[in-house]
Nanobody, 129 residues
C-alpha cells in the first residue's frame, strides 16, 4: 500500500528555518515525482515545489524561490523540503504527494503545479512571533 507521511512541521519565528520530511513506503521513490503543496486557512491549496523522478529537475512556485529547496534521498525513501527565511504568509498545512510526473498548467505567464495522485495527511507549519 502506497503511503506518504510528512513530519517536521511546527512553530517558528519569522526569518527562521524548518525542514520538512516526507517518508514514503509501498513504492520505489526513484520512480516517482514528489511534490509539496500547502493550504493556508481560508485559501486554496497551492503547489509549492516538485522533484522529478527522471532528471532531477525541480520546480518552485514564485513565492518560495530562493528560500525553499526540495531534495530527495532515494536510499532512505525520503523527500525533504528545506524552508529558510520563513514568512508569516508561509503558514499552512504542508502536504507531500506522489505521481509519475510533475505536471504543470499555466495561467498567463505563471506556471502552476498540477494536483498529484497520492497524498499524505499533512504537517502544520506556523510562522509567528
Amino acid at each position: 500500500q502506497l503511503q506518504l507521511v510528512e513530519s517536521g512541521g511546527g512553530l517558528v519565528q519569522p526569518g527562521g528555518s524548518l525542514r520538512l520530511s516526507c517518508a514514503v513506503s509501498g513504492f520505489t521513490l526513484e520512480h516517482y515525482a514528489i511534490g509539496w503543496f500547502r493550504q493556508a486557512p481560508g485559501k486554496e491549496r497551492e503547489g509549492v515545489s516538485c522533484s522529478s523522478s527522471s532528471n532531477n529537475s525541480t520546480y518552485y512556485v514564485d513565492s518560495v524561490k530562493g528560500r525553499f529547496t526540495i531534495s530527495r534521498d532515494n536510499a532512505k525513501n525520503t523527500v525533504y523540503l528545506q524552508m529558510n527565511s520563513l514568512k508569516p504568509e508561509d503558514t499552512a498545512v504542508y502536504y507531500c504527494a506522489a505521481d509519475a510526473l510533475c505536471k504543470f498548467y499555466s495561467d498567463y505567464d505563471t506556471i502552476f503545479l498540477h494536483n498529484m495522485k497520492y497524498w499524505g495527511k499533512g504537517t502544520l507549519v506556523t510562522v509567528s512571533t
